[in-house]
Every structure is written in C-alpha cells, then in structure tokens.
T-cell receptor, first 115, second 117 residues
C-alpha cells in the first residue's frame, strides 16, 4: 500500500533563508509524486509533480523537488523563502495510470517564516 | 490549466439537516472525482472516489449512507452530508482527475467549510 511520511510537523525559517521540506514514500512501483501547498482555509494548489524523466523537478513559485529512488524521497526545496510562503505543505504519492488510482497525502508540514 | 469549482465555500447548518456540496470541473471532463475530508491541523483523508455513471467507492470507515456521492455528469460530482451532526463539521475538498499532456493529474477545489450547530 502507498504511504507518505513527512517527518517535520513544523518548520521555521527566516525570510531569505533556504528551505528543505522532507518527504519519504512507500510504494511498490514507480511512484507519481506531488507537492501541494495550502493556505489557511483554502484548497490545495499544486506546486510540482514528478511522473518520470529528470529527477529534479521545477515547480511554481521558485520551488523544486528532487526524486531519489534509492532513498524513497521527494524533498521540496527553495533557495530563498518569502514571507508569503508561510503555509501548509503536503507531499502526496499516487498512481495515475488507470481508473482505480488515488493519491495519498502525508500529514503535512507547517512552514513558519520569521521576518 | 484545469479548474475545479467547489460550492459553497462555507455553510452552517442545523443538526439533523442535510447539506449538499458541489464540485464542478470547469474546462475539462472529469471521469473521476475524489472527496477528501480535512480535520483541523490534520492531513487530507480520502473519503471516496466518484466515477461518472457508477457508484462511488468509499474508503474503509466512511459511512456511505451518511455521505452520499453522486457523479451524474462528466463535470459535476456532489457530496451530500445527510442528517448532519456537529462531529461532521470539517473542511471538505474535492479533486478531479484531469489529463495534463501525457499524464493524469489532480486539480483541487477550494474547499467547503461545514459547520453543524
């Protein structure tokens, strides 16, 4: 069965500092991986996704993530965070190749930005 | 890109009444839609998968008689919370599966905050 682990419940970084949010997954085949961001009281916005090909994926808002099969990881990074990046971030893993697909979310990491 | 519209964004209802939440794919046809529930400070829990023209597939532990899902067209899925109780208060989010180039993706609605008083 699929599962996703985000080991950090809260992360606090200073504005302008670099960021890395961790995500580990468990899945028997090649996974399809996603990062979503959620602002308070809002729905989810897709930051980036990995299906195949280049393991370093570029997303919106200056985010990137790297798929490392050997470590079963898909960590999200940003070189310099902005105060507007404060939000909840969800990593997700899924199968998207047939009608029986679904995606499973990690528990999320709350990002706090210090001025 | 794909857009999913979810309404209402907020709803307050009395205990014992039913509430319907709509999820529409605006510029694409969604054969599959998903309904999630998010508890405060918790992750999203998949409640059910809704396939157009067929019965929804519910996740273990989700009461299908309480959470009625209808996917009558390729652009609309509805979730009806029947005989709502305060413990049903939550944030509900729908998602539609869309074809993004060669690959399927998921687009989420903006969510519905349900408060049962």
């Amino acid at each position: 069965a699929q599962s996703v682990t985000q080991p950090d419940i809260h992360i606090t970084v200073s504005e302008g500092a670099s960021l890395e949010l961790r995500c580990n997954y468990s899945y028997g085949a090649t996974p399809y991986l996603f990062w979503y961001v959620q602002s308070p009281g809002q729905g989810l916005q897709l930051l980036l996704k990995y299906f195949s090909g280049d393991t370093l994926v570029q997303g919106i808002k200056g985010f990137e993530a790297e798929f490392k099969r050997s470590q079963s990881s898909f960590n999200l990074r940003k070189p310099s965070v902005h105060w507007s990046d404060a939000a909840e971030y969800f990593c997700a893993v899924g199968t998207v190749s047939n009608r029986d697909d679904k995606i499973i979310f990690g528990k999320g990491t709350r990002l706090h930005i210090l001025p | 890109g794909a857009v999913v519209s979810q309404h209402p964004s907020r709803v307050i209802c009395k205990s014992g009444t039913s509430v319907k939440i709509e999820c529409r794919s605006l510029d694409f046809q969604a054969t599959t839609m998903f309904w999630y529930r998010q508890f405060p400070k918790k992750s999203l829990m998949l409640m059910a998968t809704s396939n157009e023209g067929s019965k929804a597939t519910y996740e273990q532990g989700v009461e299908k008689d309480k959470f009625l899902i209808n996917h009558a067209s390729l652009t609309l899925s509805t979730l009806t919370v029947t005989s709502a109780h305060p413990e049903d208060s939550s944030f509900y989010i729908c998602s539609a599966r869309d074809l993004d180039g060669l690959y399927w993706g998921y687009t989420f609605g903006s969510g519905t905050r349900l408060t049962v008083v």
